[in-house]
């Protein structure tokens, strides 16, 4: 596949930075410099940076360039810890979810095409239509690569939050951002576990809370908090995964909402930087689709497939065949990623109001 000129700009840069070649506080290549260099035009080299800026690899420093402030390992300062303003998540309005009309087309399509199919029961993990075609989105528009057996069909956030609390085990304990979305809050109580708040700064969980942590597992939303509305920085990223590397714990990372990224790129995920060990990932189609859809899907680490299908495998797809099938159809007709592009488009034009 050709990529856009602007990611592989970005990609380059970012890869550059990642390992090293540009460290925190290097200025980089002014606009004009990297347009020759690459050999493309200056649009495209902005749109890279804008990527850039966004995803916090680099600053923009008024009438001097820019500057890397991507950091690794244990080199946070105070001044990252500050806690400051942010902003507040979207307003939903209908235009955010699909159309009554698109949804009825659909359903019809799939009640012609598939019918006594969807008179069976439900695979205990999933329908197979389903996951092929989450599968291959993932793969085209987030970069995420993974087999069916990796991914679990769920009835929404809060189910698939108490389906890796018995997997992980009741004994373990949780933290969580604070502020955080009432129901995590809720599920860890109902499951009797010890879940320990970590209050936010600008752009994710304040270092100095993180590092002082001693939870088994750390339960977070990179991409636009709520209620606070605060983005993980890649940096905030890239140390996310080093705790757990040196506590030997897990992440779950509950992906709501990133679809619909202001950014001309898709959000990195915590599972697209480590898919292997200790990121479990979620995300559910309540948002992106309707409210009325309670359907989710979760994403094993490839170390934990087996454990987890062997010890909770046996529990029944809680999400109807019929509704599977309809998600199937909507992506794999392209209904689903129209409508995201159209809502991406829709949410920058408010923001630059």
Not at 100 to 128: D, F, H, W
């Amino acid at each position: 596949m050709n990529k856009t000129k602007y990611i592989t700009v970005y990609e380059d840069l970012k890869n550059k930075i990642i390992t090293g070649i540009y460290t925190y506080g290097d200025k980089i290549l002014s606009k004009r410099e990297a347009a020759d260099h690459y050999k493309v035009s200056l649009i495209t080299v902005e749109q890279a940076y804008r990527i850039l800026v966004d995803e916090g690899y680099i600053h923009a420093s008024q009438r001097s360039g820019y500057y890397v402030i991507y950091r690794t390992g244990e080199i946070f300062t105070a001044e990252n810890d500050m806690v400051m303003p942010v902003r507040q998540a979207a307003a939903e309005t209908d235009e955010e979810y699909i159309s009554a009309s698109q949804l009825a087309r659909t359903m019809r399509r799939v009640i012609s095409v598939y019918q006594e199919e969807l008179l069976q029961k439900s695979p205990n993990t999933g329908c197979m239509i389903l996951k092929n075609a989450i599968r291959s989105y993932l793969a085209r528009s987030r970069g995420i690569l993974v087999l069916p057996e990796q991914i679990i069909i769920g009835a929404g956030a809060e189910y698939l939050y108490g389906m890796i609390v018995q997997y992980l085990g009741t004994d373990k304990i949780y933290a969580m951002e604070d502020p955080s979305y009432s129901q995590i809050r809720e599920v860890y109580r109902a499951y009797g576990v010890k879940a320990v708040p970590l209050p936010m700064g600008s752009d994710g969980i304040l270092s100095t809370a993180l590092k002082s942590c001693h939870a088994d597992v750390l339960h977070v939303t990179p991409y636009n908090s709520y209620p606070s509305g605060v983005s993980a920085s890649a940096s905030k990223k890239r140390e996310y995964l080093q705790w757990a590397e040196a506590h030997h714990a897990h992440i779950i990372e509950d992906d709501f909402d990133s679809e619909f990224t202001l950014s001309s790129k898709a959000e990195d995920t915590l599972y697209h930087l480590e898919p292997d060990h200790s990121v479990f990932y979620m995300n559910t189609f309540t948002q992106s689709v309707s409210p009325s859809i309670r359907a989710g899907y979760m994403l094993l680490p490839k170390e934990h497939t087996d454990a987890y299908n062997k010890k909770l495998g046996f529990y029944s797809c809680p999400v109807p065949v019929f509704e599977q099938y309809v998600i199937a159809e909507l992506i794999t007709s392209g209904i689903f990623e129209r409508h995201i592009n159209r809502v991406r488009r829709l949410r920058r034009r408010e923001s630059a109001v």
